[in-house]
């Protein structure tokens, strides 16, 4: 008889906006919708085998990556948020049943404290692609009774790296994908030199398993937004405060409000309980992901 048992819980979860037109090689539609965002779990694994009994230890550390299709209106309420978290985990093929749901719990509520998606964002019929990456530890632990059952019915954890795309394994290509344009060029590079190399290997990930093609020349989705992958600032739950606190925020060294007339300024708390100036907890995120204060690993 086998015993599974199993965790797993979010380290980090990301949002960003992705407007950039998709195609495959040889000018293949994306095979996505103008209404889909997508999912990006990057998994780290930790799977061990064992048989207490004899004394048999067989610890494994791995990493995969999943990416999921989901519609963006999923987003606009809190129920359709949860179903929405649930049902992209069970997509994945990753997951037990029973880690699923706590799982998708704590990714519904994260999105629903950090993110603001406004449904006259959502719904219009044309808006950059809203890419939803998360970071995932995953804990397996698969116990047999003897030797002669681990070897006789091995059970492995699912896994799918990303090194394997089945769908494009023989790509059509086009001359015309390799056409040189050095105006195109010249753009796709200063587009590429503004990405932190997290960006770049989320985009390698990204466009290697959905098997679209990341060369010049690149077009928006909406001129209305900026090109290419943009994260987008969490939502803090802010406040305007007539009082200072005992202290100062920790990125600018300056009180929390001005002082003479007493004008309030607009302040942000941390998931930590921290409290900084929002203006400067946006600026810090973007090129930090931790708290200021006690270096809590933020969204």
Not at 240 to 255: M, N
Request: with cysteine; charged share 25%; glycine share 6%.
């Amino acid at each position: 008889m086998v015993r599974v048992e199993e965790q797993a819980y979010s380290r980090r979860l990301r949002v960003y906006n992705w407007n950039q037109q998709l195609e495959k090689f040889g000018g293949r539609p994306s095979g996505l919708s103008d209404t889909q965002g997508l999912f990006f779990f990057i998994i780290s694994i930790d799977f061990t085998k064992r048989v207490p009994d004899e004394g048999i230890f067989d610890p494994t550390k791995t990493w995969t990556q999943k990416v999921v299709p989901s519609e963006h209106n999923q987003l606009l309420s809190q129920d359709s948020t949860e179903m929405l978290s649930r049902s992209v985990l069970s997509a994945t093929d990753q997951f037990l049943p029973e880690t699923v749901q706590p799982l998708g719990a704590q990714i519904s509520d994260c999105l629903l404290r950090l993110y603001r998606f406004s449904s006259d964002r959502l719904l219009r019929p044309i808006l950059p692609r809203i890419v939803i990456v998360i970071e995932v530890s995953q804990t397996r632990i698969v116990e047999y009774c003897s030797r002669e059952e681990m070897g006789g019915m091995e059970y492995q954890i699912p896994f799918t790296s990303m090194y394997r795309r089945s769908d494009i394994e023989n790509p059509e290509w086009d001359s015309w994908d390799w056409i040189y344009d050095p105006e195109a060029h010249r753009k796709y590079e200063l587009l590429r030199n503004s990405y932190t190399e997290e960006i770049l290997c989320i985009l390698d990930g990204l466009t290697y398993l959905l098997g679209v093609k990341d060369i010049v020349p690149i077009y928006p989705i909406t001129v209305d937004d900026p090109l290419g992958f943009v994260l987008l600032p969490i939502a803090f739950p802010s406040e305007a405060i007539k009082e200072s606190p005992d202290g100062t925020c920790a990125v600018c060294l300056e009180w929390l409000t001005l002082t003479g007339d007493g004008e309030a300024v607009e302040v942000a708390r941390t998931p930590c309980n921290h409290i900084y100036h929002l203006h400067c907890i946006t600026q810090w995120l973007g090129k930090n992901p931790s708290c200021p204060m006690c270096r809590f690993l933020l969204p």
